[in-house]
Nanobody
Framework: QAHLVESGGGLVQPGGSLRLSCAASGFTQKYYAVGWFRQAPGKEREGISCISVNGIRTNYADSVNGRFTISRDNTNNMAYLQINTLSTEDPPVYYC??????????????WGQGPQVTVSS
């Protein structure tokens, strides 16, 4: 079944950086806008960034603007989220999503598995 496969999660120290990858499986990602979401325990999933099909347009939530960077490599059917200056206040679970519409939401067509990004000293 078509889905997204995420990688790059794990343990990072406070103030550290991480890059998450999102690979399409069973569909061609370059025809879809890509978004990143994150979620804290007991909280709703929060949209934090999205990128257009051609990579020209990007948007960021105020909570991550200036600290996170979204990108994509359509040649390799991949999308990325560079996360800088992580803190223990950052929600730990990150999901990538893909949809035909740029305004991605919780009803996006495809989702990654949501690996953990654990910030600990």
């Amino acid at each position: 079944q078509a889905h997204l496969v995420e990688s790059g999660g794990g343990l990072v120290q406070p103030g550290g950086s991480l890059r998450l990858s999102c690979a399409a499986s069973g569909f061609t990602q370059k025809y879809y806008a890509v978004g990143w979401f994150r979620q804290a325990p007991g909280k709703e999933r929060e949209g934090i960034s999205c990128i257009s099909v051609n990579g020209i347009r990007t948007n960021y939530a105020d909570s991550v603007n200036g600290r996170f960077t979204i990108s994509r490599d359509n040649t390799n059917n991949m999308a990325y989220l560079q996360i800088n200056t992580l803190s223990t206040e950052d929600p730990p679970v990150y999901y990538c999503a893909a949809d035909r519409t740029y305004s991605l939401g919780l009803a996006s067509a495809y989702w990654g598995q949501g690996p953990q990004v654990t910030v600990s000293s």
